[in-house]
């Protein structure tokens, strides 16, 4: 199947820094890739759709100024993290569709902030 | 909007059991896909199947099949001889079915806990 990556697998940060997290399609193009935050023990919430090309949509409740994305070419978007407090401590997954139906995911980025 | 419920909040089950994950989802669209993943301790999501609305056979992917009852709008995951690697959370999520627009809504997944 589809390979999706992200990097970094892990980071902690002190409060009031910005951290970037990758997303990459392995072998094949994305024109939109999707942007998941899953707190312990709770499901998968969609927080932003990540268009190549345009400006990414979020949804309701996200902020945008401080979750920025950009996605930079048809096999990257990355996710800023701004100003990091602890709340924002979370799990971090990004997705892609390789054509077809199929979603892949990323395995996901654990961000612990102090 | 679209819904996904996941009423079992965990189970266990004996190896070599079968398993029968249950999903229910709500949505006002024609056409829509559902999805099962499995997310092992590590964090990672694991794609295991795909149903489309239209799709008339229910779908199978090894030892994986939905059992797709589009009136009563269910969507069951069944895992035949389970093992002990099928230890893990279990999500059931919905999307569109053609060109990826949207993202996938998930349900609040269940625990499953494979017994040796």
């Known amino acids: 199947g589809a390979v999706v990556s992200q990097h970094p697998s892990w980071v902690i940060c002190k409060s009031g820094t910005s951290v970037k997290i990758e997303c990459r399609s392995l072998d094949f193009q994305a024109t939109t890739m999707f942007w998941y935050r899953q707190f312990p023990k709770q499901s998968l919430m969609l927080m932003a759709t990540s268009n190549e090309g345009s400006k990414a949509t979020y949804e309701q409740g996200v902020e945008k100024d401080k979750f920025l994305i950009n996605h930079a070419s048809l096999t990257l978007s990355t996710l800023t993290v701004t100003s990091a407090h602890p709340e924002d401590s979370s799990f971090y997954i990004c997705s892609a569709r390789g054509g077809g139906p199929k979603v892949y995911f990323g395995p996901g980025t654990r961000l612990t902030v102090l | 909007a679209q819904k996904i419920t996941q009423t079992q909040p965990g189970m266990f089950v004996q190896e070599k059991e079968a398993v029968t994950l249950d999903c229910t989802y709500d949505t006002s669209d024609q056409s829509y896909g559902l999805f099962w993943y499995k997310q092992p301790s590590s964090g990672e999501m694991i794609f295991l199947i795909y149903?489309?609305?239209?799709?008339?056979q229910n779908a199978t992917e090894g030892r994986y099949s939905l059992n797709f009852q589009k009136a009563r709008k269910s969507a069951n995951l069944v895992i035949s001889a389970s093992q002990l690697g099928d230890s893990a959370m279990y999500f059931c999520a919905m999307g569109d079915s053609g060109g990826g627009a949207d993202g996938l809504t998930f349900g609040k997944g269940t625990h499953l806990i494979i017994q040796p």
């Open positions: 149903q489309g609305s239209y799709d008339e």
